[in-house]
Structures are given as C-alpha cells and as structure tokens.
C-alpha cells in the first residue's frame, strides 16, 4: 500500500512541476522562484503550501493570503499524474528509466491540452530514450527506423492537416519501443480513442498525443 501511495505522490509532484514548466512555456514566464509565490498577490508561499494535492485542499482552493481562487487546473493536473503514475509503475518496473520517460509523457499531454504543440526537445528527449531502449531490445533494425523516419518527415512536410507533426514525429518514436506487430494496436486503439473523444466533444480539433501516450503505454507494458 506505501508503494502505491509513493507512486502516485511521485506522479503528482512531477505533475505539478511540470504544470507549471507548460505554462511557463507558453506564456515565456519561466523563474525558478515563481512557483513559490500566489500568481495573484505575489506573497511568498509557506513550505505547507507546496506539497501538490494537499496543499489545494487544505486552503480549499484559495490562496491563504489575499483569499483570491487557484486555478482548480493546478489540482487536476496534479490528480492526473498521480494516476498516470500509479498506473505506469505498477504495470512496469519502477526505474529512473521509467520515471524520465512519465515526465516527457505528462510534459508532452500538457503542452498539447494547453496550447496544442510539443516543443522539439521532448521528442528529442523522447528519442534519445527510444534509440537507448532498442540499442538494449533490439525491437527494429536501425535501417528500417530510419525509412520510418523519412516517410514521416516527407508526410510533415505535405502539411498534411488530418494529423500534426507532433503526432506523427511521436509514432515515428514509438517504434523504437514497440514491435512492429504491436503497432496496428498502438494505432488503432489511439485513433479509436481519439474519434470517440471527438464524438462526445463535438469538437474538430483534438490533442492526440495523450491518446497516443495512453495506447504506447499499454502497448509497452504489454510487449
Ligand atoms: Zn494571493
């Protein structure tokens, strides 16, 4: 029971840095002090009120100096990579691996929620780890990643709009991971997630990555 309650605390904290690295990003805000102080009044936060989850109910959502609301976005997050990590952790083995590979998938799902883009360094990140994990498994020939990697270069640049660059730099990835007789699954089950996502949304434009991450994640663990 601690195991699960460490995984799923390790998660939140990695999501509630990452939070705020993903807006930072996007609104080119970025200071090392800034987490620690209320966005609004600018007081300095007690050492309390920087444990992820608790510190968001323990002042109900409010900031404990000018009363002024948090974003409930901060505790949703946060909730979010606790379960992703509970997830992914109890389904692989805990390893610094593992855990750099959850901060790139909840840094690339947050970047793709909140502004619908994924910076280059978390796919080359993403990469890194994926030539390191088929330098050890041997899931492709390198030759044929790198034939992957031209038809998907030449598809971003037809500007194709039925998917994005992101998307499709990612899959390029994700065969570094998974065996190419996984990958209909991989795809399929994103697509299929991806499109019920869009009927219940009524929405055109949808951020695919986490829908990607969701169907790598379950096809990693299960190769
Ligand atoms: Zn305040």
Redesign the pocket.
Same mark, same amino acid.
């Given at each position: 029971m601690m195991t699960h309650i460490l995984y799923f605390y390790i998660g939140s904290c990695i999501a509630s840095f990452v939070y705020y690295l993903s807006y930072s990003i996007i609104n080119k805000s970025f200071s090392w002090k800034a987490r620690s102080f *209320?966005d =609004?009044?600018q =007081?300095k936060l007690y050492f309390w009120q920087l444990f992820p989850l608790f510190s968001y109910l323990l002042l109900k959502g409010h900031?404990y100096? *000018?009363c002024?609301k948090i974003s409930v976005n901060h505790f949703y997050f946060e909730l979010f990579g606790g379960l992703c990590s509970l997830f992914f952790f109890l389904l692989t083995a805990f390893s610094f691996f593992n855990l750099i590979l959850l901060l790139i998938f909840l840094f690339m799902t947050f970047m793709d929620i909140l502004d619908q883009w994924v910076p280059d360094f978390l796919q080359l990140s993403f990469l890194t780890l994926g030539l390191l994990y088929n330098y050890s498994y041997n899931i492709i020939p390198f030759q044929c990643f790198l034939i992957f990697c031209l038809i998907s270069f030449l598809l971003i640049r037809t500007e194709q709009s039925w998917m994005g660059g992101a998307d499709l730099k990612f899959i390029c990835i994700s065969l570094l991971f998974i065996p190419l007789g996984s990958i209909p699954y991989f795809l399929f089950l994103a697509a299929s997630l991806g499109l019920l996502y869009c009927y219940l949304s009524k929405s055109k434009i949808i951020p695919f990555i986490p829908f990607l991450i969701f169907s790598f994640i379950t096809s990693y663990v299960l190769t």
């Amino acid at each position: 029971m601690m195991t699960h309650i460490l995984y799923f605390y390790i998660g939140s904290c990695i999501a509630s840095f990452v939070y705020y690295l993903s807006y930072s990003i996007i609104n080119k805000s970025f200071s090392w002090k800034a987490r620690s102080f *209320c966005d =609004h009044c600018q =007081h300095k936060l007690y050492f309390w009120q920087l444990f992820p989850l608790f510190s968001y109910l323990l002042l109900k959502g409010h900031c404990y100096f *000018c009363c002024r609301k948090i974003s409930v976005n901060h505790f949703y997050f946060e909730l979010f990579g606790g379960l992703c990590s509970l997830f992914f952790f109890l389904l692989t083995a805990f390893s610094f691996f593992n855990l750099i590979l959850l901060l790139i998938f909840l840094f690339m799902t947050f970047m793709d929620i909140l502004d619908q883009w994924v910076p280059d360094f978390l796919q080359l990140s993403f990469l890194t780890l994926g030539l390191l994990y088929n330098y050890s498994y041997n899931i492709i020939p390198f030759q044929c990643f790198l034939i992957f990697c031209l038809i998907s270069f030449l598809l971003i640049r037809t500007e194709q709009s039925w998917m994005g660059g992101a998307d499709l730099k990612f899959i390029c990835i994700s065969l570094l991971f998974i065996p190419l007789g996984s990958i209909p699954y991989f795809l399929f089950l994103a697509a299929s997630l991806g499109l019920l996502y869009c009927y219940l949304s009524k929405s055109k434009i949808i951020p695919f990555i986490p829908f990607l991450i969701f169907s790598f994640i379950t096809s990693y663990v299960l190769t």
